[in-house]
């Protein structure tokens, strides 16, 4: 064989294992990072499992309940120019107001059907934030708390122009939503800020895609790392895990409450534990027997109320 058809076999052959690697990452980031909308915007588009299908009729009569409560659509425009879209609901003019932010390819109506009603309840107003790339917010790409953080002290910053310096708030996330408050403990939040709740959010960005990796796709964690470090660099043009759970909760000045289903198949028990390590002084944590992700309110649903209410009461004092 000729040099020089050699040297055409090898570029061929380069090129297609490059396009393979390219083709692979893009997968990564579709399957990972792409907020497709659609029916994932649905709010009653619910996927169920073993640990939620017992729970079903009371999942929709609460999201039922959530939907015919009255709220003010509003918006803000992000750090980096997407308008984002968020439901106000008023109980009091002047209450102390907690901004809550769903998980991952979530809605708040669905992840919050519960917790926002309880809330209002005690007297609370809340603003249900719809996460970029969700609901009526703009965007595609989901950054894991990377750039949603970022998202949360825009909000903030909303409501102290909105309702004043003296309004008191409390920030409250479940899953990636817990991640994303956390996370912004380390924006420099204003003094309005006193304190964050979280339920079962995950340490890392990178932590949780090891282990639904490793678990769900039978993938090396080192490989799914590595892939989604460069799939979210390329194609969502971000840098994954940059900030840390565990590193906002260190910054924090403010209380924190971890809340954690101890059978949370998804977002492993520990991973909060974590976080309560980084800043033992400022973290309450407690966990729910029996209770999968994200349904500890619905396993004990008055001791999931007493807790968040003597949170509240404590931070609002």
Known sequence: MKKKTKI????????SVCSGILAGLYATYRMAFHSPKGNQNDDFEYRFTDQTRPMSYKIFRIIGEMHAKEYERVSITSFDGLKLAGRYYEVKPGAPLCICVHGYRGTPARDFCGGAPMLMEMGYNVLAIEQRGTGESEGHTITFGVRESKDVKGWVDYAVRRFGSDIKICLIGISMGGTSVLMAAAEDLPDNVKGISADCPFDSPIAIIKNVGAKNLHIPGFIAGAGARLSALLFGHFRLGKMTAADGAAASKV??????????????????????????EMVTRVTFPGAGHGISYLVDEERYKKITGDFLQKIFA
Not at 257 to 277: K, Q
């Open 8 to 15: 055409i076999l090898t570029s061929v052959a380069a090129t």
């Open 255 to 280: 209380p924190i409450l971890l809340i954690h289903g101890e059978e949370d198949r998804f977002v492993p028990e520990y991973m909060s534990r974590r976080i309560a390590e980084a800043n033992p």
